[in-house]
């Protein structure tokens, strides 16, 4: 966005911005595929929103952010529970996604459809 202050709903949705890897962009500089949001019945601010391809590299690092280190050295249960949390993330759902995590994880995909048969009885 533009220097100057920031409009307070940028302030208020930076958590989900950032969350899921969206930008703010100054109104005037949006795309036709940005998303203005209003506020007070006008233009505030535009969203650019990232490309699906990075979702899941966004997953797998917010999964090390939240389990404290590399996902190859955790402890089996942990790898489990990061293939629960990524599944209902919708990371599956994403061309090769069992192949990614797998890779990020350092495990088979045989042991990734392990864990998601094993969450899914």
Known sequence: MSAGPAHPLAT???PLL??????????????????VLEWDGAPALAVRLPHLGSAL???????EQR???????????????VVALLEERGAFTVRHGVET??????VSRFTVYNYLNRERS
Do not use: H, N
Request: hydrophobic share 50%; glycine share 10%.
């Open 12 to 14: 208020a949705i930076r």
């Open 101 to 106: 995590v797998a890779a990020a994880l350092g």
């Open 67 to 81: 389990f404290g280190g590399p996902l190859p050295g955790l402890a089996r249960a942990d790898k489990q529970r």
């Open 57 to 63: 590299d966004r997953l797998l690092a917010e999964m």
């Open 18 to 35: 950032d969350a899921v890897g969206a930008v703010p962009v100054a109104v005037d500089e949006a795309r036709p595929e940005d998303l």
